[in-house]
Every structure is written in structure tokens, then in C-alpha cells.
């Protein structure tokens, strides 16, 4: 409880100390797709790179809406022990194992059912079409395993744990790489037997967590008894996270838009914003990470009654975020097409993904700020505004310039991809306009309570 506490001691230290193993746990779990993507571009065929590139922006677009729900827990939790109320953190993590199953499981038949529905919605290539589908029924068939994988992280998460997790990640990304070699190298699978390697690999790290759970020491009792669906607690974890959720399932649907938009284009299009998309989520690594660690810093601190603190924590997440930021500007703006031939050797396939990557550099510099505003928001329970600043984002900029610029932009894909930045700049003025709003908001309330 004591190394876990955010409540107390140096802002900077405590953060970094907390955010690291979440970026180097973000950064594995990046490798998987990284992975995937680079076997399969050294040893398949160009529609299975367009295939992995369709296939696993739905799965993650499903996975992250798991994992944005899940938020509620680590709020939840978070808060909790904030307030030194350890034994009902373990009551939320109860209900939410419930709340999480019941998900995985429609999670699943959505995938494998509908694989060929969702290929056809995302205009998957016709000569990609059955192995983007395959791609999704084999991922889908794991989706029980791809929810507890995540749920596991976000409950540590809550608990100020980031290591646990790290440890978890670690794991299935070296078992992921080995699959990924046996079954695409080895077997020649291809985009299938990407799929069925993180599907396993996930499985293998889910068996090891909970052993390491039943060794770790909690700072509650948990048993078995616990596991059941309270309606106090699931109605926290509802309020928090459904509102997270559903901000970034929208955002996830307006990517998927933006690729549809792409795949009209043709294979050599699909398969540059695939590997586009694969280098932008290690540029993005630092302000998505502190996004999360923001969230668990905040909610300890909101819990404890501490918002000058949680406050100082935010202005210190966007400096060191934004420092970054600008480094990975310079890079993926200037040597773009470096960070593209990791991941193909094909050079119209490394020349269409840099184009694409510029656009995703000039969004480095405004991400760091936005993430952060986030993390703090979803921190202080300000989902509904998350929420409604991604949806303003996504469908009344991200999209309609997206469309634009498919009509007048002559197929350049960085003026496609130039409606990403330009979203974030709108949600950033929503963000700062909130913050200031919500601040003025509780001084009054404070300053009304203190004249009773």
C-alpha cells in the first residue's frame, strides 16, 4: 500500500516511478502487432500485410473498448483506496469480473460470426477479403482470453501496481514472437497464423498472471465470494466506464471510416496506412501511457480529497510529455519512411506509409497535451465530458475532413491523414475550456459550503 500511494511525496518521482512500467508494458504490447506485421511482411504476400492492417485495427477497435471500459474499475479502485476503503475495491473487482465475462463472451460471437460482415464493411480488398476475415474469426474465437488479459492490467492499474502488469505483457510478447515465427515463418500461415499466435500467446500470459496473483499480496482480502454482480458496485463501474467506452468506440468507428476511406484507394494505400498505423503506436507510446498512469494518479488523489495535487500532477504529465513529443515529431516528419522499412520492404508500400506518418507527426505535438486532459478527467470522473470532447473530435472534424480531402487531396494520403491533427486541436480547446469550467465550478461550491 505504501509504494502504491499517490496520495503523499513528490509528485514527479511517483508518477514516472509508476508510469515507466506502464510505457514499457505499453511498448510489449505494441511489439505485438509490430510483430505481426513485420513476419508477415517478410514471409506472406502483400494481401496478407493488407489483411493484418484491416483485421487488426477491428480487433483492436473491439479490444479497446474493453479496455476504455475497464477504466471504470481502475477508477473505481483507484478511488478506494484513495479513501482508505480497501475492502470495497475488492467488491468492485468482484463485480467487474462478472461484468467483464458476460462481455468477453458476446465479444466473441460478434467476431466469429460476423468476420465476414465487418470485412465487407471495412472494403477490404477483394484479393485480401478472406484472409481479413480469417484474420478476425480466429482473434475473435480468443476474445475471453483478450479480455481478462486486460482486465488483469486494469485492475492493478488501480491498485498503483503497474508492474504486475508489465510482467503479464512481457510474456506474451515473447510467446507472440515465437509464434509468429513458428506458425507464419515456419508454417506459412500467413495474416491466420499471426492471429492464432496472439491469440495463444495472450492465453499463456492470462494462466501465468493468476498464478502470480495468488502469490501477490493484496492490500484486501479477495475470495471467491467476491465474485458476484453487486448492484452498487457495477453501477460505479457503469457511471465511470460506459461513457469512456463509448467515446472511444466512436473514435475507434471514425478510424475505421478513415481506413474504409483508404482501402478504396487500392491494396498498395491499405497496406502503407498499416504500416503507418503500426509505427504510430510506438510514437505515441509517452502520451498514451501517461494518459493511463494520469488516470490511476488522479483517481487516488480525487478519492483523498486532494485536487490542488491531482492538478500539479497534470501540469507535470503535459511538460514531460510534450518534451517527447517534440522528438518524435522531428522524427517521424523527416525519417518517416526509416521508420516504415522496419515493417516492408516494399518501397511504394514505405513511401505511402511515410505520407501517411507526417500527418501522425504533427498530432505528436498536440497528443501530449490532450492524453494527459484526459487521464485527469477520467481521474476526476468528468467521463461524460471525455466522452463528448472524442465524439466532437472524431465525427464533426476527424471525419468530414477526412472525406474532403479522399475528393479534393488527388489520393495523397497525408491530406487524408491531416484530418487526425485537426481533431485533436478542437478536443484540446474542448479540454482547456472544461478544465477551467470544472475548477471555477468547484471553488464555488467550496466557497458556498464554507459560508454555511
Known amino acids: 500500500m505504501k509504494n502504491n500511494d499517490f496520495t503523499s511525496g513528490a509528485i514527479l518521482p511517483k508518477l514516472l516511478r509508476f508510469m515507466l512500467p506502464v510505457l514499457l508494458a505499453m511498448f510489449l504490447q505494441a511489439m505485438y502487432g509490430a510483430v505481426d506485421l513485420l513476419v508477415v511482411g517478410q514471409f506472406a504476400e502483400k494481401s496478407d500485410v493488407s489483411a493484418v492492417s484491416t483485421g487488426s485495427q477491428i480487433v483492436m477497435t473491439l479490444t479497446n473498448l474493453i479496455v476504455s471500459f475497464s477504466m471504470g474499475i481502475t477508477v473505481a479502485v483507484g478511488q478506494r483506496i484513495g479513501q482508505k476503503r480497501p475492502e470495497e475495491a475488492s467488491q468492485t473487482i468482484g463485480t467487474g469480473l462478472v461484468i467483464f465475462a458476460i ?15 465487418l470485412a465487407r464493411v471495412m472494403q ?47 510474456i506474451a510478447c515473447a510467446f507472440n514472437i515465437i509464434g509468429d515465427l513458428v506458425f507464419v515463418a515456419g508454417f506459412g500461415m500467413g495474416a491466420s497464423g499471426a492471429a492464432l499466435a496472439t ?7 492470462v494462466a501465468v498472471s493468476l498464478v502470480m496473483i495468488r502469490h501477490t499480496r493484496l492490500p484486501f482480502e479477495f475470495h471467491r465470494s467476491n465474485i458476484k454482480l453487486k448492484k452498487a458496485y457495477a453501477s460505479v463501474i457503469f457511471r465511470i466506464g460506459t461513457p469512456i467506452a463509448l467515446q472511444d468506440f466512436l473514435v475507434g468507428i471514425s478510424f475505421l471510416v478513415m481506413l474504409a476511406i483508404v482501402n478504396r484507394l487500392g491494396v498498395m494505400a491499405s497496406a502503407g496506412v498499416g504500416v503507418a498505423e503500426k509505427v504510430c503506436v510506438f510514437i505515441m507510446l509517452v502520451p498514451i501511457s501517461f494518459m493511463q498512469s494520469m488516470t490511476a494518479f488522479v483517481a487516488q488523489n480525487y478519492g483523498a480529497g486532494k485536487p490542488q495535487r491531482a492538478q500539479k500532477a497534470l501540469k507535470t504529465g ?46 505528436c505535438l498536440t497528443t501530449c497535451f490532450l492524453f494527459c486532459f484526459i487521464g485527469y ?76
Open 103 to 117: 462481455t468477453g463472451l458476446v465479444f466473441t460471437l460478434i467476431s466469429v460470426a460476423g468476420a465476414s460482415a
Open 124 to 170: 477490404a480488398p477483394e484479393e485480401a477479403f478472406k484472409v481479413t476475415a480469417d484474420y478476425i474469426r480466429i482473434c475473435g474465437g480468443g476474445f475471453l482470453i483478450i479480455t481478462a488479459y486486460n482486465l488483469l492490467g486494469s485492475i492493478f492499474r488501480g491498485l498503483g501496481d503497474s508492474k504486475t502488469p508489465l510482467i503479464a505483457v512481457g
Open 199 to 205: 491469440v495463444i500467446a495472450q492465453f499463456i500470459s
Open 318 to 363: 503535459i511538460t514531460v510529455s510534450f518534451a517527447f513529443g517534440v522528438v518524435m515529431f522531428l522524427l517521424t516528419f523527416f525519417r518517416g519512411d526509416l521508420l516504415a522499412g522496419i515493417f516492408s520492404q516494399e518501397s511504394d508500400t514505405v513511401k505511402a506509409a511515410w505520407d501517411y506518418l507526417k500527418a501522425y507527426a504533427i498530432d
Open 377 to 452: 478527467f477520467n481521474g476526476i470522473e468528468k467521463t461524460k465530458f471525455v466522452m463528448l470532447q472524442g465524439i466532437c473530435g472524431a465525427f464533426l472534424v476527424r471525419i468530414p475532413v477526412a472525406f474532403l480531402m479522399q475528393h479534393i487531396g488527388g489520393g495523397s494520403l497525408f491530406l487524408i491523414g491531416i484530418s487526425i491533427p485537426c481533431s485533436t486541436v478542437l478536443q484540446i480547446v474542448m479540454c482547456f475550456t472544461a478544465y477551467f469550467y470544472f475548477n471555477k465550478h468547484d471553488k464555488m461550491l467550496t466557497g458556498a459550503d464554507m459560508k454555511k
